[in-house]
């Protein structure tokens, strides 16, 4: 019996080995597998439908179950936007994500505070419609913040439990395909399947470069970034709900554009911090929020001080005076907002219009690129997404 534990063992290593040597045979097999793509459609699927669950005020110490709150103001940007009431927005589907239309009323909202709540934080800044001031930009970049943080941690626990769905697809899917080669599929068949696929699936738990390790992966840079909103969540709401006169540990600037873009977001990432080895020693989160106003378009970056020197030299790379009226500067900084948007948000919400004169070529870059940021693979979209949005911002003296 021990004996054919090793052999099993070392039968199980071949077959990784098979997998590990494809030449990317073996990773196109997974990516086209029916059953992943149907199992990505499921987890999707159940996203979708369980982020609008209610759940606990984010309000300190409030017991009450939350109503959908706005990220960005629904009379203000997402009214201008709109077409019809109307504005577009990426929606979780069974066919994983879609452009979808969503009514101005509901656009933005996300499961953050209890009607008290959001009426007595928010009812107020929300029927102003804009933003005008430091203490409206405190409002805007916390509930920015609340939202980041909820729906990654949202995000977090549901790949907790997906992740281990994903994988036993995953055993499958290379069980068979290792099965393909002739002097495997002789030897598998000394043991019964469901031994040798236990067998497979500890050993890929243990093998680090391998498929197990990506997912997880995924699930780390998410956990660096949510405590990273969390603690700019948690200085903003010390202002907001009273327990700090001023705001502390946390920077917001302010900056603009000088034409109304067709779109809003509001959306958070992560800079790495490379050290003097080429190593990634830190990652800083940075909160955004851009929505046209008055002519312009509005952007606030909010980001803790830790994180300002790094920050302000990622700006100097790019080329990018936030308060200058530079039509360079413009153009770079609309790069980073195009960026911010299409890197991991789905927080973003688009006139109809504007999207329904796109190149049918462009929309599916933008919708390929957008359902490639799960677990599975990674497709870059190039940049700039609408380049003629860049060149007004260039040609605007
Ligand atoms: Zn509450």
Redesign the pocket.
């Known amino acids: 019996m021990a004996v054919n534990i090793f052999y099993m063992h070392r039968i199980v290593q071949d077959m990784i080995s098979k997998a590990r040597n494809s030449n990317g045979a073996f990773q196109a097999a997974i990516d086209n597998d029916g059953r992943i793509k149907a199992e990505f459609s499921t987890i999707n699927k159940s996203a979708h439908i369980n982020w609008k669950k209610e759940r606990k005020?984010l309000?300190p110490g409030?017991p009450?179950k939350t109503i959908g709150s706005h990220t960005i103001q629904a009379r203000g940007p997402i009214y201008k936007i709109s077409e019809s009431g109307h504005v577009l927005s990426p929606s979780a589907t069974m066919r994983g994500i879609e452009i979808k239309h969503v009514g101005v009323n509901d656009a933005s909202k996300f499961p953050g505070?209890?009607e008290?709540?959001d009426t007595t934080l928010f009812s107020a800044f929300e029927n102003k419609a804009k933003i005008e001031n430091n203490h409206d930009a405190a409002l805007q970049m916390y509930r920015s913040a609340c939202r980041e943080q909820s729906r990654l941690e949202f995000i977090i626990k549901h790949d907790e439990i997906s992740i281990n769905n994903i994988k036993n697809v995953i055993i499958d899917s290379s069980f068979e395909y290792a099965l393909q080669h002739d002097d495997i599929a002789r030897e598998v068949y000394l043991f019964s399947p469901s031994t040798m696929k236990e067998e497979f699936r500890t050993q890929m738990e243990l093998d680090g470069r391998n498929l197990f390790n990506r997912l997880e992966y995924h699930i780390n840079i998410r956990k660096n970034m949510l405590s990273g909103i969390s603690n700019i969540s948690v200085n903003l709401e010390n202002y907001i709900c009273g327990a700090k006169k001023f705001i502390e540990n946390i920077i917001i600037l302010d900056a603009s554009l000088p034409m109304e873009l067709p779109f809003a977001f509001s959306s958070s990432r992560a800079f790495d911090e490379i050290d003097q080895n080429g190593y990634v020693s830190n990652s800083h989160t940075v909160v955004m929020y851009a929505a046209p106003q008055d002519g312009q378009t509005k952007i606030l970056i909010c980001l803790q001080d830790a994180s300002r020197d790094l920050f302000q030299k990622g700006l100097e790379e790019r080329n990018i005076e936030l308060l200058s009226n530079s039509p360079q500067s413009h153009a770079n900084l609309y790069d980073l907002l195009e960026e911010f948007m299409f890197s991991g948000s789905d927080n973003w919400y688009m006139s109809p219009k504007y999207w329904g004169e796109l190149s049918e070529t462009t929309k599916h870059k933008i919708i390929s690129h957008i359902n490639g940021q799960g677990f599975s693979q990674n497709i870059p979209i190039e940049k700039p997404v609408f380049p003629e949005l860049r060149k007004s911002i260039l040609t605007i003296l």
């Open positions: 005020c309000y409030c009450n505070f209890c008290t709540h």
